[in-house]
């Protein structure tokens, strides 16, 4: 059973950093690109960040130059830095994958449990 395990939220000041990882759990024959999304109270959830399985990487336009992500291939782990957070930073995040399970199955996308982001003073 393939799941997504994040960690990494929590409870911040403006101006300060986080860095959140998701793990990729259980056996996997293919992991393609990973995203973190994210969800404000009383909004839709949105794209933060993607990379792409050979490491090209889109952000948000409110994140650009503050967060980064990453990805480690040999750990099934991608990570995303966030620096520089704001009050409207604040969110649940939501790790995402594109992940083929077995040889001859489907890709299907996969989402973690979501961690909650605070950035308040």
Not at 35 to 41: E, K, S, V
Not at 77 to 87: A, D, G, I
Not at 113 to 121: E, K, N
């Amino acid at each position: 059973q393939v799941q997504l395990v994040e960690s990494g939220g929590g409870l911040v000041q403006p101006g300060g950093s986080l860095r959140l990882s998701c793990e990729v759990s259980g056996s996997i024959f293919n992991n393609y690109a990973r995203g973190w999304y994210r969800q404000a109270p009383g909004k839709q959830r949105e794209l933060v960040a993607i990379i792409s399985s050979g490491g090209s990487t889109n952000y948000a336009d409110s994140v650009k130059g503050r967060f980064t992500i990453s990805r480690d291939n040999a750990k099934n782990t991608v990570y995303l830095q966030m620096n520089s957070l704001k009050p409207e930073d604040t969110a649940v995040y939501y790790c995402n994958a594109v992940i083929q399970e077995k040889r001859f199955s489907n890709v299907a996308q996969y989402w973690g449990q979501g961690t909650q982001v605070v950035v308040s003073s």
